[in-house]
């Protein structure tokens, strides 16, 4: 795909991102485009961690994909560092045109760049087409999620 960028995010991408993240049924109850100010304030957060790296796919001016990639150092797997993906998104107009699959590739790539041993994401169990998507790609479903809401 010659015609993609995948850049690092600036806040003019913030509504575009925050459409992407409202854009399904889990999305649409968790997410609030109207009000960008929760997620200004988030991005200026991102923006200063240097183990963050908030990125958005951009084809012919638009923006089409997005997703966080976090270093994290560690003590377990004798001193491995990895990384983490959240936030995989595609604009729905881009579903099924191998963009994930190139976003997930640049994730991957930029983590044995940034000496990351590992690799992670979770995907919400519901999410069985993404499961799929994942297990292509080589990731496998090794380990049970757990959160607790604050």
């Given at each position: ?148 809401a604050l």
């Open positions: 795909m010659s015609d993609l960028t995948i850049r690092p995010v600036v806040l003019a991408d913030l509504p575009a991102i925050v459409a992407m993240l409202a854009d399904d049924p889990i999305g649409a109850k968790r997410e609030s485009p109207d009000d960008l100010t929760p997620y200004e304030q988030a991005f200026a957060r991102l923006a200063a961690d240097p183990h963050q790296h908030l990125v958005v796919a951009v084809r012919e001016g638009r923006t089409v994909g997005t997703l966080q990639l976090s270093l994290i150092p560690g003590l377990s797997r004798r001193g491995s560092t990895r990384t983490i993906i959240e936030a995989v998104r595609i604009d729905a107009t881009e579903r099924g045109s191998g963009l994930g699959t190139e976003l997930i590739e640049w994730a991957i790539d930029t983590s044995r760049t940034l000496g990351a041993n590992l690799v992670q994401l979770t995907s919400d169990a519901t999410r069985t087409d993404a499961h799929r998507f994942y297990e292509r790609l080589g990731f496998v479903a090794s380990h049970l999620g757990f959160k607790l």
